[in-house]
């Protein structure tokens, strides 16, 4: 919690264009730098700025503990279902070529999919780490 | 010759964060100049054209290690203790390793060679492949998501585990601060 003005303001300009830019990286990293790794971090880094200058109650506002944990699911089992997807299509598991009726269209379809699971995994749980090691109390209090 | 009075600066700059870092007694100052550190080194692996691994490095090293760390801080003491402990084994044992690892250096291949062990074996492959298979230009895309996608599986599978365990060590709903 920050009652700075400065950077009140400031972190409620930037915080758009870092989740903006985060999802950027997401569904481009098949064309430039990036992938899901990175925009899950870059996106959840625009949600931790927001709670580092706004309060962590705040945050929670935004994206509640249940929301967290279930978008950090959410994105395992989109990567596992995607590969189940492709065993009940008769191919191996996780061999997009099946996805659709084009060999590339489908590998298009089943990394954009899974680079999607792996972004949603990893902003869930940056998110949940950082608000449970700064709302962590200590064990002696 | 540009190429390597970059390249020496910026381990020269690595050397001395490093050395600061060490030396500073001050929690804060210490992760910070471990952010900068991360940050120097996802411009080096710029400079040796490894973009999505800077990519990383600048967002997780820099980034999110450097918040994780100052969340973490909280329950820290802010300076660290000072211990006048005997470190000459301590200094003898980091020159060996370091003079052992600059020998093996030496048998390292040149960076970019083609004939190099690493790029004879599947990397052809997947140069000669990655468009014909899916039409995307990213290799590393092309490489972690298809070609490796298991191994992409199962690096979510661990961070998401990671997420877990640290849910279920701190966040037991006893210790927790609701008022902040």
């Known amino acids: 919690m920050n009652d700075d003005p400065i950077l ?18 997401q569904f481009h990293g098949d064309y430039g730098p990036g992938g899901g790794f990175q925009a899950g971090v870059i996106v959840a880094a625009g949600f931790i700025l927001h709670s580092l200058i706004f309060g962590l109650k705040e945050g929670r506002k935004l994206i509640s503990e249940k929301l967290n944990l279930f978008i950090m699911i959410l994105g395992v089992i989109l990567y596992g ?61 | 010759m540009a190429e390597f009075l970059i390249n020496g600066f910026l381990i020269f700059l690595l050397a001395i964060i490093a050395v600061v870092a060490i030396r500073s007694i001050k929690i804060f100052s210490t992760v910070m100049l471990a952010g900068a550190y991360s940050l120097i080194c996802a411009i080096i692996f710029v400079s040796l054209d490894a ?19 100052i969340a973490a801080m909280r329950h820290l003491p802010k300076r660290e203790k000072v211990v006048n402990d005997n470190t000459i084994f301590a200094l003898i044992v980091c020159f060996g390793v370091g003079c052992l690892l600059i020998w093996a250096s030496f048998d390292l291949p040149v960076i970019g060679d083609p004939m190099a062990p690493i790029h004879q074996h599947v990397g052809p ?40 365990g640290v849910l279920l060590l701190l966040g037991d709903g006893k210790n927790r601060d609701k008022n902040e």
């Open chain 2, 51 to 69: 973009v999505d691994v800077a990519f990383t490095e600048a967002a997780v090293g820099a980034g999110l290690s450097t918040v994780l760390y």
């Open chain 2, 125 to 164: 492959y997947y140069i000669s492949n990655t468009k014909p298979d899916m039409g995307i230009p990213n290799l590393v895309t092309g490489v972690l998501a298809s070609y490796r996608g298991y191994d992409t599986l199962g690096e979510t599978v661990v961070i998401f585990t990671a997420g877990l």
């Open chain 1, 8 to 25: 009140r303001v400031c972190t409620k300009i930037i915080v758009g264009p870092i989740i903006l830019f985060g999802l950027y990286v």
């Open chain 1, 81 to 141: 279902g995607v590969g189940l997807v492709s065993i009940y299509y008769d191919a191996e598991y996780l061999n997009y070529s099946i996805l659709a009726h084009d060999t590339k269209h489908g590998q298009h379809i089943g990394i954009l999919l899974i680079e999607f699971g792996v972004g949603l995994t990893v902003a869930g749980v940056m998110l949940i780490l950082f608000h449970l090691f700064s709302s962590w109390q200590g064990k002696d209090k």
